[in-house]
């Protein structure tokens, strides 16, 4: 039996990706996590309220826990929540890359409270991680766009074999990160087929 985990979920298309691989190699979901910055926190590109019907859907636990400065100490008491109330061994996030270069801020944290942190998407190819998307028949939409590169018509356009193919094309022009690593579009997910790997 694989090990128990929570996943830190944004409701977008990464969170997603790495919950069902982390799934295929055998992980065994307790609980999607959110972590905010306060407990009534809204995100305009991850609302959720939107979450709370993406757990409906996957038939698993979603839980926001508020997060309040100093953010490492916030973020390192938030990861030991998860860790004692859902008797976890680790967090599954998507993170890809590193982020201008800076440390993974999760790992730092949760190495503090012996937690392990799974990272099913870490440095893959990235037009191969949207295929995988589609593959899977997650259903994503452009929620955000922060890039100027980025048609704002393309606000609202579901990540299917089309977007892709755009976005190679622009990214071929423009070098912005396929996956939007740097924060240049967020996406949400509408739909997520059922897992089987649900621990009790």
């Known amino acids: 039996m694989g090990s128990r985990v929570a996943v830190l979920w944004t409701g977008g ?17 307790r609980a999607l996590v959110t972590f905010a910055p306060s407990a009534e926190a809204e995100f305009k590109a991850h609302p959720l309220l939107a ?27 938030a990861l030991a929540r998860v860790r004692d109330d859902y008797s976890v061994s680790g967090v599954v996030t998507g993170d890809i890359d590193l982020v201008d270069g800076m440390p993974n801020w999760i790992k730092e944290c949760a190495a503090v409270v012996n937690l392990d942190v ?4 870490w440095q893959q190819d990235r037009e191969g991680l949207l295929w995988d998307v589609v593959h899977r028949g997650i259903v994503a939409y452009v929620s ?29 022009r423009t070098r912005l990160d396929l996956c939007g690593e740097n924060g240049e579009y967020h996406t949400m997910c509408r739909l997520l ?6 621990a009790n």
């Open 13 to 29: 298309k990464d969170s997603a990706l790495a919950l069902y691989r982390a799934a295929d190699k055998g992980a065994r979901i």
């Open 51 to 77: 979450m709370k019907v993406q757990a409906e859907q996957l038939g698993i636990e979603h839980r926001t826990i508020a997060v309040t400065e100093p953010y490492r100490e916030g973020y390192i008491a």
């Open 118 to 121: 799974i990272t099913p998407l």
């Open 144 to 172: 955000w766009i922060n890039n100027g590169a980025l048609p704002e018509q393309w606000l609202g356009r579901t990540l299917d074999a089309e977007f892709i193919h755009d976005l190679v094309a622009l990214s071929a």
């Open 193 to 198: 087929p059922r897992l089987g790997r649900v």
